[in-house]
């Protein structure tokens, strides 16, 4: 069975720009979550999706954004980056909404200039 | 708040020299303790789940135990490809959102 897929893996952009990823959960996994990694604060949680709907959301600000769609891909847009933003970006999931455990994809590294 | 620390931050290892990994954790109803592997620059990879205390999962060298206020990853007789970061994440009853701890960086020096 493949595994979750993500796409770009490596990103680079400028700040003020936007940004749009994307994840391929595995095959039959309807919620999909995405984290921002980074090594001063290590795996913080964005968001969480579950047939099309966001159902959790963290601490981060409007700038970051997610959607599902009917397949059970999702994509997370950051607008206005900034340099903070830099940061490995991953996507986790899971067979349904709270279950417990998730399988994240490699990641795409976005490196904000 | 959920709180999850693992120890130590880092831990360096002869191959063959055997050493545990923690995970304390203080949250209200443990619904799940997960352990993952990162290797540098990739994603998580998932090695166990616990659920009750008592509970213990094995996996080639690696094996995982959870008590009611910790977990830990046995690491026998370990080989330098098992160098890596791992991280400990907690499930608890009111959250769908698992909260992760920092990590321990194991390097297993040939």
């Known amino acids: ?113 | 708040e959920d709180q999850v620390t693992q120890s130590p931050e880092a831990l360096r290892l002869q191959e063959g020299e055997s050493s545990s990994l923690n995970c304390s954790y203080t949250v209200s109803g443990l619904r799940g303790l997960f352990w993952y592997r990162q290797d540098p620059g990739k994603g998580p990879e998932f090695l166990f789940t616990l659920y009750s205390a008592g509970e213990e999962k094995e996996k080639e060298r690696l094996k995982a135990t959870l008590t009611k206020k910790e977990s830990f990853l046995h690491i026998t007789a370990p080989k330098p490809e098992d160098s890596a970061t791992y991280l400990c994440a907690v499930l608890t009853g009111g959250s769908y959102i698992p909260t992760f701890g920092r990590g321990t960086s194991l390097i297993v020096h040939p």
């Not at chain 1, 769609?69 to 349904?96: H, I, Q």
């Not at chain 1, 994240?104 to 590294?109: H, L, S, V, Y």
Request: charged share 15%; glycine share 10%; net charge positive.
């Open chain 1, 1 to 113: 069975k493949a595994g979750v897929t993500q796409t770009p893996r490596y990103l680079i952009k400028t700040r003020g720009q936007q940004v749009t990823l994307s994840c391929s959960p595995i095959s039959g996994h309807r919620s999909v979550s995405w984290y921002q990694q980074t090594p001063g604060q290590g795996l913080q949680f964005l968001f969480e999706y579950f047939s099309e709907t966001q159902r959790n959301k963290g601490n981060f600000p409007g700038r970051f954004s997610g959607r599902q769609f009917s397949n059970s891909r999702s994509e997370m847009n950051v607008s206005t980056l900034e340099l903070g933003d830099s940061a490995l970006y991953l996507c986790a999931s899971s067979l349904t909404q709270g279950t417990d455990t998730q399988y994240f994809g490699p990641g795409t590294r976005l490196t904000v200039l």
